[in-house]
């Protein structure tokens, strides 16, 4: 039976990857969903979907009359992200800087604050970090940046939300087999290869499913995790158990 005993779950970023993960999974257990997307996410049934954008003042309160209509929000999850700012510290754009952070930092919180209203006690958010707010990556300043941010945000949020009975989480995903990975695995010069060079930064020596993050998601959002807050929890199979996988094999 569903643990999550409260009105709906709003997922951003539904459309494909590791959202869409969660967005099934949830609709799969029973539970009324919201999934919010720049793109349509696909129909799911049982489900409601949006086009917006998380970083706009106006999505966000479409997001917020909708979630109305789903009658609450039991669960949040900030999964949408912008990854394609590239570049290190000294070549990143103005602009890309501005989006990575607007959309990876900043629109979890404004968005907490859009909804908070409507999520009552004993809700839960959870945030899509990532390994990378935990460490940095040579020549994704931005990325790192947002995610990290979205990490100490976490436990800020936890802090601030603990009074209304609101608990705060985040997962930490190493590398998850989504389109997006797969295309950066097709697209470069020897992609058996940068397969095995990416599968081989967790000890598990495999990219993680999208559905294996969305279980993770779900514990943290339902009761079964009531006494977890402020947690940052990698679901990175053994990558950051290490501080040898991103120089090669241990
Ligand atoms: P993805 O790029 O495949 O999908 C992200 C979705 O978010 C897209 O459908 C996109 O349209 C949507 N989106 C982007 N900006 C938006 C905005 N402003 N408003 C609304 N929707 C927006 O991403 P993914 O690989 O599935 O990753 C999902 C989350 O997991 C992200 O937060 C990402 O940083 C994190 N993550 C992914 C991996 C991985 O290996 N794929 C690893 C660690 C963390």
């Given at each position: 039976a569903p643990s999550i005993p409260l009105a709906g779950v709003v997922v951003t970023g539904a459309a494909r990857g590791i959202g869409r993960a969660i967005t099934e999974l949830y609709v799969e257990r029973g539970h009324p969903v919201l999934g919010v997307d720049l793109n349509l996410p696909p129909l799911t049934k049982g489900s409601l979907r949006l086009r917006a954008d998380v970083a706009s003042a106006a999505g966000r309160s479409r997001i917020a009359r909708a979630a109305r209509e789903l009658g609450g929000v039991g669960v949040l999850v900030n999964n949408a992200a912008y990854q394609g700012a590239h570049g290190g510290v000294l070549d990143v754009s103005a602009r890309g800087w501005a989006r990575a952070l607007n959309v990876n930092l900043s629109a979890p919180l404004l968005l907490t604050r859009d909804l908070i209203d409507l999520m009552p006690r004993g809700s839960a958010i959870v945030n899509v970090a990532s390994v990378q707010g935990l460490f940095a990556e040579q020549g994704n300043a931005a990325y790192n940046a947002s995610k990290g941010g979205l990490v100490n945000l976490t436990r800020a949020m936890a802090l601030d939300l603990a009074p209304r009975g609101v608990r705060v989480n985040a997962v930490a995903p190493g590398a998850i087999s989504t389109e997006s990975v797969l295309q950066a695995i097709t697209a470069s010069a020897n992609p058996e290869q940068t397969r095995r060079d990416y599968e081989d930064l967790h000890a598990l020596r495999r990219l993680g499913e999208p559905r294996e993050v969305a279980q993770v998601v779900y514990f943290l959002g339902s009761s079964e995790a009531s006494f977890l807050t402020g947690v940052i929890l990698p679901?990175?199979?053994?990558?950051?158990?290490?501080?040898m996988m991103a120089g090669r094999p241990v």
């Amino acid at each position: 039976a569903p643990s999550i005993p409260l009105a709906g779950v709003v997922v951003t970023g539904a459309a494909r990857g590791i959202g869409r993960a969660i967005t099934e999974l949830y609709v799969e257990r029973g539970h009324p969903v919201l999934g919010v997307d720049l793109n349509l996410p696909p129909l799911t049934k049982g489900s409601l979907r949006l086009r917006a954008d998380v970083a706009s003042a106006a999505g966000r309160s479409r997001i917020a009359r909708a979630a109305r209509e789903l009658g609450g929000v039991g669960v949040l999850v900030n999964n949408a992200a912008y990854q394609g700012a590239h570049g290190g510290v000294l070549d990143v754009s103005a602009r890309g800087w501005a989006r990575a952070l607007n959309v990876n930092l900043s629109a979890p919180l404004l968005l907490t604050r859009d909804l908070i209203d409507l999520m009552p006690r004993g809700s839960a958010i959870v945030n899509v970090a990532s390994v990378q707010g935990l460490f940095a990556e040579q020549g994704n300043a931005a990325y790192n940046a947002s995610k990290g941010g979205l990490v100490n945000l976490t436990r800020a949020m936890a802090l601030d939300l603990a009074p209304r009975g609101v608990r705060v989480n985040a997962v930490a995903p190493g590398a998850i087999s989504t389109e997006s990975v797969l295309q950066a695995i097709t697209a470069s010069a020897n992609p058996e290869q940068t397969r095995r060079d990416y599968e081989d930064l967790h000890a598990l020596r495999r990219l993680g499913e999208p559905r294996e993050v969305a279980q993770v998601v779900y514990f943290l959002g339902s009761s079964e995790a009531s006494f977890l807050t402020g947690v940052i929890l990698p679901v990175d199979g053994g990558m950051t158990a290490s501080f040898m996988m991103a120089g090669r094999p241990v």
